[in-house]
């Protein structure tokens, strides 16, 4: 059986170097003082992860009689690889399951707190998307102990601590939170336990780039962390019919979905202080806004090589003839920098801003390439505008669920055709199309998802365990 006090003074060897090895780094800070990372076959020189080498597992057999080797994978490779352990003559192998089990026995003994709701929007990131306008209703409605799994302590308001997102106090709040509320899968080592309820928010809405299972083919390693999170999911909410028959297939869920709208949309409906994010992004209220917000496939080096930003801005102020700032953010999987920067006067990188639906009620035009925010901007009535210079490679590897002529949305594949398109905006023809696709693809939202996820919540706590 494996013990944490077996980490005391032995070298630990953690066998694999993907999501789970990384959650589990994490999860062992401070225990993992002597620690190599190993793999099948020697990695090319100098890799690591988190800070710690890895290695060849070969390389690493003069550990076969002190190392405790933990096999940090999803169960359809551990027992192929335990075989392979033994046969080099490691002795104290033990798999990811066994190291929770472990954990759970600790965090377990504590009992559930009936007001305790734990949130988390994208594996850590800030305080944004669904579950933050979840946050701000029970925030109203007080008595609530209110948690944030989160990479930094930083941008949250009061009544809303935090915990290191990955770390042992994480799996602590995990353990005891009588509610869970996430935008994203959670990670294989998260379980949930009688009494606890679990609700996902999902991060996207509309008929647009496909997911999950409706993919195809999933990598093992995947398909397995999407299995174990929606088999602890107690409710979905959906934003719209064509989300709750994508629960069905493409998440393969078999619970109950709650039909409320997407909460993070609810400041469409509500509105908000366009000066204040305006003042907090340090632009000018008076000029116009363009949001870029490209999906993971690029990256930043790559956005700025494709859209010539300074041509939209010159277009924009040649048709309107006031100004425009023109926001840059890439998605949340790909963004590493350290913070918002200004790449011009005009031109401002907006990527770590926490909540994105505040930039979309903010920005009067959006461009963007098959990110699913095309839909929520567009509940707006504003103008999108889909530039994508790469659509047959990204529909060979996505896909899509409808071909871009049924999307009312402008399509563009060069600077020259972005440029005709935003000169010649056809106003009233975009809004009869856009009236069109919401008869067929009936969105849900209507300003009060946030308000009626929160009373489901309360009902929750209220019922007990």
Same mark, same amino acid.
């Given at each position: 059986?494996?013990?944490?006090?077996?980490?005391?003074?032995?070298?630990?060897?953690?066998?694999?170097?993907?999501?789970?090895?990384?959650?589990?780094?994490?999860?062992?800070?401070?225990?993992?003082?002597?620690?190599?990372?190993?793999?099948?076959?020697?990695?090319?020189?100098?890799?690591?992860?988190?800070?710690? $080498?890895?290695?060849?597992?070969?390389?690493?057999?003069?550990? $076969?009689?002190?190392?405790?080797?933990? &096999?940090?994978?999803?169960?359809?490779?551990?027992?192929? &690889?335990?075989?392979?352990?033994?046969?080099?003559?490691?002795?104290?192998?033990?798999?990811?399951?066994?190291?929770?089990?472990?954990?759970?026995?600790?965090?377990?003994?504590?009992?559930?707190?009936?007001?305790?709701?734990?949130?988390?929007?994208?594996?850590?990131?800030?305080?944004?998307?669904?579950?933050?306008?979840?946050?701000?209703?029970?925030?109203?409605?007080?008595?609530?102990?209110?948690?944030?799994?989160?990479?930094?302590?930083?941008?949250?308001?009061?009544?809303?601590?935090?915990?290191?997102?990955?770390?042992?106090?994480?799996?602590?709040?995990?353990?005891?939170?009588?509610?869970?509320?996430?935008?994203?899968?959670?990670?294989?080592?998260?379980?949930?336990?009688?009494?606890?309820?679990?609700?996902?928010?999902?991060?996207?809405?509309?008929?647009?780039?496909?997911?999950?299972?409706?993919?195809?083919?999933?990598?093992?390693?995947?398909?397995?962390?999407?299995?174990?999170?929606?088999?602890?999911?107690?409710?979905?909410?959906?934003?719209?019919?064509?989300?709750?028959?994508?629960?069905?297939?493409?998440?393969?869920?078999?619970?109950?979905?709650?039909?409320?709208?997407?909460?993070?949309?609810?400041?469409?409906?509500?509105?908000?202080?366009?000066?204040?994010?305006?003042?907090?992004?340090?632009?000018?209220?008076?000029?116009?806004?363009?949001?870029?917000?490209?999906?993971?496939?690029?990256?930043?080096?790559?956005?700025?090589?494709?859209?010539?930003?300074?041509?939209?801005?010159?277009?924009?102020?040649?048709?309107?003839?006031?100004?425009?700032?023109?926001?840059?953010?890439?998605?949340?999987? &790909?963004?590493?920098?350290?913070?918002?920067?200004?790449?011009?006067?005009?031109?401002?990188?907006?990527?770590?801003?926490?909540?994105?639906?505040?930039?979309?009620?903010?920005?009067?035009?959006?461009?963007?390439?098959?990110?699913?925010?095309?839909?929520?901007?567009?509940?707006?009535?504003?103008?999108?505008?889909?530039?994508?210079?790469?659509?047959?490679?990204?529909?060979?590897? $996505?896909?899509?669920?409808?071909?871009?002529?049924?999307?009312?949305?402008?399509?563009?594949?060069?600077?020259?055709?972005?440029?005709?398109?935003?000169?010649?905006?056809?106003?009233?023809?975009?809004?009869?199309?856009?009236?069109?696709?919401?008869?067929?693809?009936?969105?849900?939202?209507?300003?009060?998802?946030?308000?009626?996820?929160?009373?489901?919540?309360?009902?929750?706590?209220?019922?007990?365990?």
């Amino acid at each position: 059986m494996f013990s944490l006090d077996m980490l005391k003074g032995n070298a630990a060897i953690i066998y694999g170097a993907g999501g789970v090895a990384v959650q589990l780094i994490k999860l062992l800070a401070g225990r993992l003082a002597d620690c190599r990372i190993a793999v099948s076959e020697r990695p090319s020189e100098g890799r690591d992860l988190l800070g710690f $080498r890895i290695y060849g597992i070969e390389e690493l057999e003069g550990y $076969r009689e002190e190392a405790v080797v933990i &096999i940090a994978t999803t169960p359809s490779y551990q027992k192929e &690889i335990r075989v392979t352990l033994k046969s080099l003559g490691f002795r104290r192998v033990y798999t990811i399951d066994d190291v929770m089990e472990c954990i759970y026995r600790e965090l377990y003994v504590q009992p559930i707190v009936n007001n305790k709701v734990l949130l988390s929007n994208f594996h850590g990131r800030g305080y944004g998307c669904n579950p933050k306008y979840i946050a701000e209703e029970l925030r109203k409605r007080g008595g609530v102990d209110i948690v944030w799994a989160a990479d930094r302590e930083e941008g949250f308001p009061e009544g809303v601590r935090t915990v290191q997102y990955g770390s042992y106090e994480h799996y602590r709040e995990l353990a005891t939170a009588r509610v869970w509320v996430d935008n994203q899968h959670k990670g294989y080592l998260a379980r949930k336990r009688a009494g606890q309820y679990y609700i996902q928010t999902w991060h996207g809405c509309g008929p647009l780039k496909k997911i999950e299972y409706d993919m195809g083919i999933l990598p093992v390693s995947y398909r397995e962390t999407l299995d174990h999170d929606m088999d602890m999911v107690d409710l979905c909410l959906s934003g719209m019919c064509f989300t709750t028959k994508q629960y069905r297939r493409a998440f393969r869920y078999k619970g109950e979905i709650a039909e409320y709208g997407c909460p993070r949309n609810d400041i469409f409906f509500k509105g908000g202080s366009r000066d204040a994010v305006m003042k907090k992004l340090g632009i000018d209220g008076r000029k116009g806004i363009v949001l870029y917000a490209p999906t993971f496939r690029n990256n930043l080096e790559a956005v700025e090589d494709g859209l010539d930003f300074e041509r939209v801005l010159q277009v924009l102020q040649e048709r309107d003839g006031e100004e425009y700032v023109l926001l840059v953010r890439q998605h949340p999987d &790909i963004c590493v920098c350290g913070g918002d920067r200004r790449v011009s006067e005009t031109i401002l990188d907006v990527s770590r801003y926490d909540d994105v639906q505040e930039l979309l009620w903010t920005s009067d035009i959006l461009i963007t390439d098959y990110s699913s925010i095309m839909w929520d901007f567009s509940l707006q009535r504003k103008p999108v505008y889909l530039y994508h210079t790469d659509v047959n490679a990204y529909e060979k590897e $996505r896909g899509f669920y409808l071909t871009f002529s049924e999307y009312p949305y402008m399509e563009v594949c060069s600077n020259d055709e972005l440029a005709a398109a935003l000169m010649n905006y056809d106003e009233s023809g975009y809004l009869s199309d856009l009236d069109e696709f919401f008869v067929k693809y009936h969105p849900y939202d209507k300003g009060t998802a946030s308000e009626k996820a929160a009373k489901r919540i309360l009902g929750v706590i209220e019922c007990g365990t």
